[in-house]
């Protein structure tokens, strides 16, 4: 004989059930959408302060670039400043320097100093004649005396050094590239003379000796270093 199966029907409790697993769903969805937009929040408030710090630091840096700029002119517009002033500063010493030489100059043929009168060599100058071995030498003489006198004579030069370690002494007559040089003198206040010197391979000068002939005067010796006569480069040596 079958057996019969009694089942209960309850459908109020299963609906009851499923209401709330459909709430619990919703709560759930809804917690995390709260939760996101929490953390988006959060988020988008740190990105904006970054991105406002990182506009300051923009530009501080676009500012301080700026400031930099403006005092590397300044220093190059003071370094060419100072550049020009210590430039017209050596070109007035210069010329300073030139003018109390020429003052001087003068004032030993107006005023002659006691116990200097006569004739005298006021200045020489030994510079590069433009080719190796080549030197030109530039003397003044004066007249230093309280009378007005035109005197006529002439003079000897010499150039006392060393070549090859041994004493050696070179009259500039000699050492003259093309022919003999007049070293004669005739004038009332002041003359020039100058001239080229063709010195000898390894030759090493070390002094000048300037020798005044005035007719009918004592003859007049001037001794110079040659250092205070050089005024090339180096040491102007052979």
Known sequence: MPKLVVKHHRPLQTGLIGAGIAVAVMLAIWAAFVYGEHRAGFDRQAASQLADALDQAEKHN???????????????????SRAQ??????????????????????????????????????????????????????????????????VSGNLDMKIYGVQGGKPLILDVRDL???G??????????????????????????GRVEVTIHESGQDQVQQNFDWTSVWSGAGNGAG
């Open 62 to 80: 676009a500012d301080l670039s700026e400031q930099i700029t403006v005092l590397q002119q300044q220093r190059d517009v003071d370094r060419n």
């Open 85 to 150: 002033v210590q430039s017209s500063l050596e070109d007035m010493q210069r010329k300073l320097a030139d003018v109390q030489e020429e003052l001087g100059f003068y004032k030993g043929i107006v005023s002659p100093a006691s116990g200097e009168e006569g004739i005298r060599v006021q200045s020489l100058k030994i510079s590069n004649g433009g080719a190796p071995r080549l030197y030109h030498y530039h003397l003044v003489l004066i007249q230093a005396r309280t009378r007005e006198l035109r």
């Open 176 to 178: 003259a590239p093309s």
């Open 180 to 205: 003999n040089p007049s070293l004669g003198f005739a004038f009332q206040y002041f003359q020039n003379l100058e001239g080229d010197a063709f010195f000898p391979e390894g030759f090493m000068p």
